[in-house]
């Protein structure tokens, strides 16, 4: 049975214009919580949708990159001023179609403002550089071109925040933007560019198409209008996004999965340490880039810091995240569900030894969801599955080590390098571990996840294109410099 009542369809925005796809294909955005009830429906795009958006912001580029900054930046102080009159509405709409509990959808879109506010800040920020010449008649600066188009490509975990956070810079620095969300949440998405609709932008300026990824992604790859790719999504989809960029000579930017360790030396703050590992790892069930998944703990302190953190497990309540009370809400889709059990599924088969969880939950009215049990391991070594690939879960592996350097060993030994964190009041050990653990993202006595928006954001290794993201990072990958030498 499906539970149908006033349920929207949203459409594509194509040049200032919401409109249907092309035969007006839609299909249901669900709510993870309970499959029956559907969002909204929204747009299954073809081709020619694309091919429409494209050509929309190519036509409004000009105009958009002949405006003064500071003018780009007051539309976006207009798109953080739409989004915050509907924060509750859009984490509500969050919540229902990607499962994560309301206060973090709630804190997700606050955030989403204030990176608009960010950004709309920079558009009266310092774009350049004199450098001095040797010539003393001639005048060298630098300044900044905008790319052009710039196709956003983002996943379905941060729904608000991940788009805002690629559009927003790409938009004041001077580009347009064609925006392709995942379609799991493309009606948080639509409310996102309804936002930017409000605060009236130019024609092309913002365009969004939503649809499969492996047609309107994949022809966001392929386009040769598109001059720019910034993506944000699991690193096999990267790979190709990365290679089909550079095979025709466009600028892209990868932002792709991560294994994140948390280091638990032996002069830890247990406390500290449990509740920075069960927040970093289970908040919004496991499906951050930057989650907690592999816990090295130092054996003097392994046995407690074990049981102090089964013990909190225990009391962990999930549920419908629109609940008051319930600080674990479900995986975002069913896909994600069984992908999640199928991992702790080959844990127990490679010998790993499961101390918590590890079951779907069914209960309680939880039949129609995707709901699983936070899930530790434990007699886990590195060479296991769940050791190395990136779950996208609430697992946890714990693994018991001697020292610090063969925390900080085990800890690199993955092909990812996104966040690590350790905790431990040593300076020495810090100072170790800042230097060498490969992640772009390092944090002492903190958790692997939370970040701020004002900092550079990104990862080593296979965890990104080795580009930042956010903060006054974003100007690198949405201009080019522009060296100026000018002789009276
Ligand atoms: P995904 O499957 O790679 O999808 C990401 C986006 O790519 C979606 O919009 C998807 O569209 C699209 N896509 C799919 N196939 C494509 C193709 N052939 N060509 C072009 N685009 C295509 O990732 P996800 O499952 O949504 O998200 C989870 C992943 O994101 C995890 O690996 C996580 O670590 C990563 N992530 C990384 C960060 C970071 O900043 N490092 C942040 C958050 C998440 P459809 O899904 O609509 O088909
Ligand atoms: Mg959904």
Same mark, same amino acid.
């Given at each position: ?34 499959? +029956? ?27 958009? =990159? ?25 984490? @509500? ?31 009266? +920020? ?19 071109? !905008? ?5 956003? $490509? ?8 991940? !788009?805002?956070?690629? $559009? ?23 409310? $996102?560019?309804?936002?930017?609709? @409000? ?40 790979? =190709? ?6 095979? +025709? ?33 289970? =908040? ?9 998944? =592999? ?71 939880? @039949? ?22 990136? $779950? ?97």
């Amino acid at each position: 049975m499906t539970v149908k009542t006033d349920v929207k369809t949203y459409l594509n925005y194509v040049n200032g214009a919401w409109v249907p796809s092309q035969g007006s294909v839609t299909e249901p955005s669900l709510n993870p919580a309970d499959k +029956r009830q559907i969002v909204g429906y929204v747009q299954k795009s073809g081709a020619e949708d694309l091919e429409q958006a494209v050509a929309a912001a190519k036509k409004g580029q000009r105009a958009w =990159r002949k405006l003064a900054a500071p003018v780009r930046g007051e539309y976006l102080y207009k798109v953080a001023n739409a989004l915050e009159k509907r924060l509750d509405e859009i984490a @509500e709409t969050m919540t229902r179609e990607m499962g994560k509990t309301l206060p973090e959808a709630r804190g997700e879109t606050a955030r989403g403002i204030a990176i608009l506010r960010y950004y709309a800040g920079e558009g009266m +920020r310092k774009v350049g550089d004199v450098i001095p010449s040797t010539d003393s008649e001639g005048l060298m600066f630098t300044t900044r071109a !905008p790319l052009g188009v710039v196709g956003v $490509i983002t996943p379905w975990n941060f729904p608000v925040a991940i !788009p805002i956070w690629k $559009i927003a810079p790409a938009l004041v620095y001077g580009n347009v933007v064609v925006f392709k969300p995942a379609q799991e949440t493309a009606v948080t998405a639509a409310k $996102i560019i309804e936002c930017f609709d @409000e605060a009236g932008l130019p024609p092309g300026v913002i365009n969004m198409v939503t649809g499969p990824g492996s047609v309107i992604g994949q022809g966001i790859i392929d386009h040769p209008d598109i001059n720019g790719i910034t993506f944000t999504g699991s690193d096999t989809v990267g790979k =190709r996004v990365g290679q089909g960029a550079l095979a +025709r000579g466009a600028k892209y930017q990868l932002e792709m999965g991560g294994k994140n360790p948390v280091i638990v030396a032996d002069d830890a703050d247990l406390d500290l340490a449990v509740e920075a590992t069960i927040s970093g790892g289970l =908040r919004s069930t496991g499906q951050k880039c930057t989650a907690t998944s =592999r816990v090295f703990i130092q054996s003097g302190v392994y046995d407690a810091f074990k049981e102090k953190l089964l013990a909190k497990i225990v009391q962990l309540t999930i549920g419908d995240g629109m609940q008051d009370g319930i600080w674990m809400g479900p995986c975002a889709s069913e896909s994600q569900l069984k992908t999640v059990l199928s991992y702790i599924e080959k844990g127990k088969a490679e010998g790993a030894t499961l101390i918590h969880g590890g079951r779907r939950l069914t209960e309680n009215g939880l @039949e129609q969801g995707f709901f699983v049990e936070p899930t530790v391991f434990e007699n886990v070594t590195s060479d296991m599955t769940i050791a190395q690939e990136e $779950i996208f879960g609430p697992v946890l592996a714990l693994i018991k080590v001697d020292t610090l350097e063969q925390a900080i060993e085990l800890a690199n030994d993955v092909r990812y390098g996104l966040s690590a964190s350790i905790f431990t009041q040593n300076i020495g050990n810090i100072l170790s571990f800042i230097g060498d653990i490969e992640a772009g993202l390092v944090r002492v006595n903190a958790e692997s996840a939370g970040v701020e928006l004002q900092a550079p954001f990104g990862g080593m290794k296979q965890s990104s294109s080795h580009s930042r993201e956010q903060g006054q990072a974003a100007i690198e990958f949405f201009t080019s410099i522009k060296t100026v030498f000018i002789k009276a």
